[in-house]
Structures are given as structure tokens and as C-alpha cells.
């Protein structure tokens, strides 16, 4: 094999989401000087975003001075909030959450968003590359990471070089910025690797599901954001919806659970079609059309799940880092100040050291601090939780007690205990299936690629999963990737990973952890259309 070409930089973010771009773009407002590259394993940037999303605008303002002139795409004033509990048949609301006042915020496609502020960071002479996999990091003689490794294209399943092979190239940088999202295949490396995550809780995490639709003239009404709990969860399983009424007889529907979760026979995916069938929802979207759908991870664990974010050579920020604040359902403005406090901290010294100490003493880390008991509290319930967020509201998170949180993949009942009652309906409106909702996704991968989703210990599937849990990871992937064959040669799990979203539930969730997500090859995954 050839030696790798070589390119240098003074910083290399990976991942051209809202942190990683907000990095790289205050960086060359502090210094035109700085030499600053964005790595995107999408196609196009923003094409692998997806989030609700309302977002408070302080930080956009001091990003992009004078950007409500000019607008992103999908960007919708906050009119009105509703908070709703549902039950099968009807719902009664609740006084909104403090946390989810969104007077003066606004609703926006995420993904357009980062599309909308990349020609933003080429014009202050950030250098883009989209389709460009990070498949893993470098490092110097010293353990250090020294920068990123370029995944090849033109690799056939088996390895092979295909016609057209390229040989991926090595960035070196004097800090590499991990703004991958949640779960991001090289921060988990890097978190493993130097123990990041020693002296904090496990991480925690949900799957959020979501849909944009196009209905009938005169049924939405821009700018009412509307969340619910209650039905058709069990009070058991924590988790909600929103609806978020846009711009041009559109609205975004979507879904979020937490993958702690006990049942291993639930299906996130069938719970977010179920809210569907809500009568005030079918209401809403009977007679409309999907334009697009998706599914992507959250990660839920905030303060005391919070890794070092420092490490030699290299640094996290945004979703990378576990700074989505879950009682507020907003993570894009704690992205976006993450990244431009990482750019200040590197135009002042260039390296990653001390990023922790002034991340943890920052607005971002106290916001997260206020509000940590709230998630871990709705462990043992709906109600529990529901209280236990009144008590932490009230007091402002200070009571002395931080609750722990757990790790979601150990949390699974086996098979025969039973206990779990889904109230559920039957369905008509589409997607009927997950592969159906995989062709909103618009996913494309080459199907002779290698295949990026890796059962690490194969014996186990059903050696003890099927009878201890019943192949979960058949029922919690939102994309049908995992599918349990039985055939003259025996029973396998076959993985279809043209499917794969990207949400990375699997890696997640799975209860022996012996599923790895990597990257595949550049430009493959979905392709995201204002979601």
C-alpha cells in the first residue's frame, strides 16, 4: 500500500453540524490567519442533521450578526406552546414547563440551518469537505492525537480495491475538534481510549423519530409548537412527541424515547406511528403527504454524564460532548456556544489543554447543572417524574442531590418477565413499515461496500440474546437493518446496511454491546431533505 497523502492544518473539526461549524467559523472571526478545515462523512452539509427543532437565537446572533435579515430556509417564529398528556382517545393540557417557554425562539430545519451557514464558513476561508468519511484518528509518537485518517473510496465488501479505489488521506492538525453529534464513532474511540469517561455516570440516550408533512390548505398554523406525554407510551417508558407547525401548509411530526426502556419486544418505531393515530393527530394529517422522514439519537445524560472533554491533542463539543439539555428539548444553542467557546480557547493557545475546566465553568455547563435531576428522575415513572421535575423546577436545581444515571442497554427485562400493556391501535396512515419510512430517508449506500455495521461476537445472537431477550435490535433499529434468517445453513443475523440511517440506536442499545457502528464510505447515508 502507498503512503498516505498528507495535508495540515492548524485545526480540523469533524462533523459539519451546528457545533462543528460554529467552531470553525469563530475561529477564522478570531484569526483570518488559522489554517481551519470541516470534515462531513454526508454528501452535502446538513444532509445527516436531523432535529426538532426550535432554537434559541442568542448564539446565532453573535455567529451570524444581522441573520434574521436574511433567514434560513425553514425558519418560523415561536407564535404559541402547548403541553399536552394524551391519553388513547383524548388529551387535557397541562401548564407548559418553564424550561419550554419558547417565547422569542424559532423553528427551524436543523439540517437546512447548516446548509444555510456553510457558504458562511467558506467566506471567511473555512475550507469544507463533504463526502469525506473521518474513518479514524491519528497519532504521534507521544499518544497523541495528531489528526484524522481519511477513509478510502472504491472499497469492495470484501476489501478489494474497485476501479476508481482512492486512497483516503491523513489531516494532521495541531488540535482535532469532535463536533460528530451523539455517539459519534471516533469520540467513542477517543472517550474509551483515554478513559474520559472515568469519573462521570454513564451516558444516557433516547431516539428521536421524525417526519416532515405537507397538508391540506388552512389546517396548520405557523408557529405553534405543540409537545405531549402520556399516550401511547406506558407510564414506564419515558418519552414524548412534538409537533411543530411550519411555513407553507407544513408541519414536523416527530417522536422521541428513551432507549432505558425494560421491554425488549417494544418498537420505538410503531410507538411514534401510534402517536400518529391519536384522533387529534390523524385529524391533522389525514389527506397529507410525507415529504421526508428520519430517525437519529439523543444523547440524554447531561451533567453527570458529562466526559472530560479534554484530551491530548484533540477535544469534544456539541452532542459529542452530552450537552443537549433534555427538559428544554434544545441542544443547538448549547452546540453553538460550545464550538465558539472551543474556537476562543484554541485562538488563544492552540491546544486542547484547559478546554475542560473553562467548558465546565461556563454558561453551558451550568444550564446542564440546573436542570440534572430531572431526566434520571422519571426512572421509576411518569408521575415520579413529573414530580420530581416540578421539585427541581421550583428549586431551581438547588437541592443538594444528584441523582445517577444508569446504562440504557443493561436496563432490559428478559423474555419471561412479563408486565408491559400497550394500549394500541390499529393504523392507516403511511408509512405502513420501516422500510417505508426508510425511502423518505432518501438513504443510499453502495451495496458493494464494506459493511460498516459489525457484529463483534456473532455466537451470542443466539447463543443467549434470542432466548434472554429475543433479538432486540430486530425491533429497536428504526430502519429494519437487523433481520433474524433462519435457512439450510442456520439462524443468522442479517444485517441490511443500505438501510442504516445513521441514528446509531444499535450501538447503542444493543444489550451485550457487541454491535460497533463505524463509518462507511463518504457521501453514503441519508440524504435529509429540511428535517
Known sequence: MTEREIMEYDVVVVGAGPSGLACAMRLKQL????????????????????????????????????WREEPPPICVSAKRDEFLLLSRTGKRKLPTPP??????????????????????????????????????????????????????????????????????????????????????????????????????????????MKELWQLPAGRVEPGLIQHSVGWPLPKQVYGGSFVYHLDKDRVAV??????????????????????????SVHALLEGGEILSAGARALVEGGYQSLPRVEMPGALLIGDAAGLLN??????????????????????EKLSSEGFDARLRDSAVVAELKKVRNIRPGFQKGLW??????AIETATAGKLPRTLSNHADHAQYRKLDQ?????????????????????????????????VHLKIIDPDVCFSRCETEFGNPCTRFC???????????????IQINAANCVHCKTCDIADPYQVINWVTPEGGSGPNYSNL
Open 254 to 279: 416527530g417522536f422521541v424515547c428513551a432507549l432505558d426502556y425494560q421491554d425488549p419486544k417494544f418498537t420505538p418505531f410503531e410507538a411514534f406511528q401510534q402517536f400518529k393515530h391519536h384522533p
Open 478 to 492: 428504526p430502519a429494519n437493518v437487523y433481520e433474524k434468517v433462519e435457512d439450510e445453513n442456520g439462524k443468522r
Open 99 to 208: 424550561q419550554q417557554n419558547n417565547h422569542g425562539n424559532f423553528i427551524v430545519s436543523l439540517g437546512a440551518t447548516c446548509a444555510w451557514l456553510a457558504p458562511k464558513a467558506e467566506a471567511l476561508g473555512v475550507d469544507l469537505f463533504p463526502g469525506f468519511a473521518a474513518a479514524d484518528l491519528a497519532y504521534d509518537d507521544g499518544d497523541a492525537v495528531c489528526g484524522v485518517i481519511i477513509g478510502d473510496m472504491g472499497v469492495d465488501r470484501e476489501g478489494g480495491e474497485k476501479e476508481g479505489y482512492v486512497q483516503g488521506i491523513e489531516i494532521r492538525a495541531a488540535v482535532t475538534v469532535l463536533g460528530e453529534g451523539c455517539r459519534g464513532h471516533l469520540s467513542k474511540r477517543a472517550i474509551k481510549k483515554y478513559g474520559l469517561d472515568r469519573d462521570s455516570d454513564p451516558q444516557t440516550y433516547a431516539i428521536g
Open 418 to 450: 412479563e408486565g408491559f400493556e400497550y394500549d394500541w391501535v390499529e393504523r392507516d396512515l403511511a408509512p405502513r413499515d420501516r422500510l417505508a419510512s426508510v425511502y423518505f430517508a432518501s438513504t443510499e449506500h453502495d451495496e458493494d461496500q464494506p
Open 384 to 389: 415520579r417524574g413529573m414530580t420530581t421535575a
Open 326 to 347: 433534555v427538559p428544554k428539548i434544545k441542544g443547538t444553542h448549547q452546540a453553538l456556544r460550545s464550538g465558539m467557546m472551543a474556537a476562543e480557547h484554541l485562538a
Open 31 to 66: 484569526n483570518a490567519d488559522l489554517s481551519v478545515c470541516v470534515i462531513e462523512k454526508a454528501s452535502e452539509i446538513g444532509a445527516h442533521v436531523l432535529s426538532g427543532a426550535v432554537i434559541e437565537p442568542e448564539p446565532l446572533d453573535e455567529l451570524v450578526p444581522g
